[in-house]
Structures are given as structure tokens and as C-alpha cells.
Nanobody, 128 residues
């Protein structure tokens, strides 16, 4: 059973940056697509970004494109989300996500229904 543990969340001023990490245990993530979702208070959990198993393909929600960057280090079994130019709308709990299909295309992680594993989440709060 894979376990995903997020870290790096916190309080940041608008315009600032944060880097989230997702450390996996229980299996190597090197063959699996990985992604990030977020959930703001009173809203549904939404897709943020996804990355292919090799890291060659990435996908982003329109709301974060050109501000966020997803990356992975398979040797460290870790996925990252670099968040720049943060604004108040980015305030949410951020969740790491994975699909159980080896070599599955990362684009499927744009749908919550394709997520098989979730982390516990890390809070990101952007202040004005």
C-alpha cells in the first residue's frame, strides 16, 4: 500500500512562493503518474497539476499555469510543486495524488475519479 506524505505548506503573503513536497513510501513511484489537487473551504477538490512517470509530460489547471511547476525526483521517491506568484485564491489544502496504473498517462490525473491514492494534505494560506 502506497503512502503519500505532503509537506511544505504554510502562511505566505500574496506574491510570494512556496514549495510543496510529497514523499512516497510503500512502493517506488518511478513507474506511476503523480499529481496535486487542492480543496478550498466550501469548494470541491480540484485538479492542480500532474506529471508523467518519467517527468517528460506535465499538465496544469488554467488557474495555475505559468505560476506553478510540478516536478519529480524518482531517486528520492518524491514529487514537488513549486508555487510562485501566489494569490488569495490559492489558499487551500493541497493533496498529493497517484494512480495505481504503471506507466499510465499522466493526463488521467486531471480527473478525481482516476486517483487511487491520496496524501493527508498540507495547508497553504495566502494573506494579503
Amino acid at each position: 500500500q502506497v503512502q503519500l506524505v505532503e509537506s511544505g505548506g504554510g502562511l505566505v503573503q500574496a506574491g510570494g512562493s512556496l514549495r510543496l513536497s510529497c514523499a512516497a513510501s510503500g512502493r517506488t513511484i518511478s513507474m506511476y503518474p503523480m499529481g496535486w489537487f487542492r480543496q478550498a473551504p466550501g469548494k470541491e477538490r480540484e485538479f492542480v497539476a500532474a506529471i508523467s512517470w518519467r517527468g517528460g509530460s506535465t499538465y496544469y489547471a488554467d488557474s495555475v499555469k505559468d505560476r506553478f511547476t510540478i516536478s519529480r525526483d524518482n531517486d528520492k521517491n518524491t514529487v514537488y510543486l513549486q508555487m510562485n506568484s501566489l494569490n488569495l485564491d490559492d489558499t487551500a489544502v493541497y493533496y498529493c495524488a497517484s494512480n495505481r496504473g504503471a506507466f499510465a498517462v499522466a493526463s488521467i490525473l486531471q480527473s478525481r475519479s482516476e486517483v487511487d491514492y491520496w496524501g493527508q494534505g498540507t495547508q497553504v494560506t495566502v494573506s494579503s
